[in-house]
């Protein structure tokens, strides 16, 4: 017996708009990252989310390391973020050299608590850190709540750089993701609602900074014939091809949140409210992309997540867990955090099921009835 199609977590969504846009960039000779695609990208990317400044980099981590490097951050500084997230947001403030400072996540949104940032701050004060920066995510594609949290960073003197790798095509209060921050990150990873392969933006309303970083990314390169450089760069830049299939992905953005969000619909129809089944919830005042539908089993049921991930998997679908917090990684086991308990239930009790926009509702019936079949076990 033939074993059923692998459903994966977030596979790209891509098809012959993407092939013909990657071949016509090809003929055209563009393959590295001179000419005019990825400048088309910058632009497509800009208009769409209303930054007014935009440079394709190489990761949505590079754009981080971008946006931390220009703050010249020195032992003894240290830097505001949240426990739950992926480490892609988090290792950029330890290769600027400075130390994260880990605060756990709001209830309302699963995104860095403003009502523990006060305390980030007066932690570091107490253990002789300078805070330079305070770095949330907007996670799973939630916009964070940014007006608070840069309400605190303001009366602090420090900006806020935001994290919204998960989050092209989310907003708040019908701001974009990555608005009311100095800049954000942006990632257009294989798995994410649009993706260049491999790659990142970094965005914002400050030309000189972009500017900045666009130079930083290409080695740092001072205009002369010669190669002429005043300060260490990095080689970050994205390169025309991937740009090329992202100019095509940016065209069907809305058409792929909108999917997203209906798979999500059909997940919650389907478990929501049975087996102690609840999901990740939607702020007020915010769209939700549901990059990943994301469900919390509780755990008075005997179907754990874990046991729940192995019965997919026997399925040939792919589930994972939540985000296993940054300060209950053995990288960090030092690092201060100011710690509510709120990030280590999500990831005990949490699993993020298949998601990809190019999933069928046939498809997420199945993994709906795997679900179903293990807790009636």
Known sequence: ?????????????????????????????????????????????????????????????????????????????????????????????????????????????????????????????AEGLTVRAVLPADLYGQCCDIDAIREIADAHGVPVILDSAEAVGATLNGRHAGHGAAAAAFSFNGNKIVTTGGGGMLASGDGALIARARNLAAAARLPAVHYEHAEVGFNYRMLSLAAALGLAQMETLEAKVARRRAIFD??????????????????????????????????????????????????????????KPMHLQPVFRDALTINDGVAEVLFANGLCLPSGSALTDADIDRVCDVIEATFDT
């Open 1 to 125: 017996m033939t074993a059923p199609a692998r459903i994966p977590l977030s596979a790209p969504d891509i098809g012959p708009a993407e092939r013909a846009r990657l071949l016509e960039t090809f003929d055209a000779g563009w393959v590295s990252s001179a000419g005019p695609v990825v400048e088309a990208f910058e632009r497509a990317f800009a208009e769409a989310t209303g930054f007014a400044h935009a440079t394709a980099v190489s990761s949505g981590t590079a754009a981080l390391h971008l946006a931390l490097t220009m703050l010249d951050l020195k032992p003894g500084d240290a830097v505001i973020c949240p426990t739950l997230t992926f480490i892609g947001g988090v290792s950029p403030i330890v290769h600027a050299g400075a130390k994260p400072i880990f605060v756990d996540c709001s209830p309302a949104d699963w995104n860095l608590d403003p009502r523990l940032l006060e305390q980030a701050f007066d932690r570091a004060r």
């Open 266 to 323: 059909r997940y919650e129809a389907r478990l929501g409210g049975r087996y102690g089944v609840a999901f990740a919830p939607e702020a007020p005042g915010r769209r939700h992309t549901r990059w990943l539908t994301v469900m919390l089993v509780d755990p008075e049921f005997v179907a754990s997540p874990d046991r729940l991930r192995i019965a997919l998997d026997a399925a040939n679908i792919e589930a994972r867990p939540v985000w």
